[in-house]
């Protein structure tokens, strides 16, 4: 079966600190990957969106980037983190090609201080 | 563009009550249909779906019917639980390469026992 998994959980950073948060999704091949972010009682606001290797489209002009080295793995990054940047930080994955539903992992808790 | 708008929250029940949250979308063609729900400090679930116009979506429960002549696919259970507290979101994704999910803005719900 299929799982993806997102780390750390919870995470606490400084303002002008990098940052990198990583999804690695097992059980499946070509997966479409994307990460979202949950501001404080908000919506959720898609990021960035993958369907390939080295294949990022971004949705929003912003203080991150995402990369996909390989196949099933996806990361956020930041070079120096903005207060504006904490939140609630989603990965998730969906089958290549098929318009069903998509999984996510258990998020991402981040505080910039 | 495509849309999906559902209904301001929070929501505030008491145990055993009827559960209504509306969920109206915007987008060409047939969309697919997707309720997710979002426990505290937790990822986003899925909790139904639909493909296509007068399917019902069901699970715990919870049912929604994919309408194409209202646009509309409310949320609806006969009796909530105190479990049932949680955020849930209304989603629509259409049948592109990019596969890009769209949420709506979530609803927050309370159950009283």
């Known amino acids: 079966s299929q799982t993806i998994h997102q780390w750390p959980a919870t995470l606490v950073q400084p303002v002008g600190s990098p940052l990198s948060l990583e999804c690695t999704v097992e059980g499946t091949s070509n997966p479409n990957l994307y990460w979202y972010r949950q501001a404080a009682g908000r919506g959720l606001q898609l990021l960035f969106y993958s369907v390939g290797i080295g294949q990022i489209s971004s949705e929003v002009p912003q203080n991150l980037s995402a990369s996909r080295p390989q196949d099933r793995q996806f990361i956020l990054s930041s070079k120096k983190l903005l207060l504006s940047d904490s939140g609630f930080y989603l990965c998730?994955?969906?089958?290549?090609?098929?318009?069903?539903?998509?999984?996510f992992g258990q998020g991402t808790r981040l505080t910039v201080v | 563009g495509n849309s999906v708008t559902q209904m301001e929250g929070p929501v505030t029940l008491s145990e055993e009550a009827f559960l209504t949250i509306n969920c109206t979308y915007t987008a060409t063609g047939y969309p697919s249909l997707f309720w997710y729900v979002q426990y505290p400090g937790e990822g986003l679930q899925l909790l139904l779906k639909?493909?296509?116009?007068?399917d019902k979506g069901s699970n715990k429960g919870f049912e929604a019917t994919y309408r194409k002549e209202t646009t509309s696919f409310h949320l609806e259970k006969g009796s909530v639980q105190v479990s049932d507290s949680a955020v849930y979101f209304c989603a629509l994704s259409r049948r592109s390469s990019a596969s890009k999910i769209i949420f709506g803005s979530g609803t927050r719900l309370s159950i009283r026992p």
């Open positions: 998730a994955w969906r089958a290549r090609g098929a318009n069903t539903e998509a999984f």
């Open positions: 639909a493909t296509k116009a007068d």
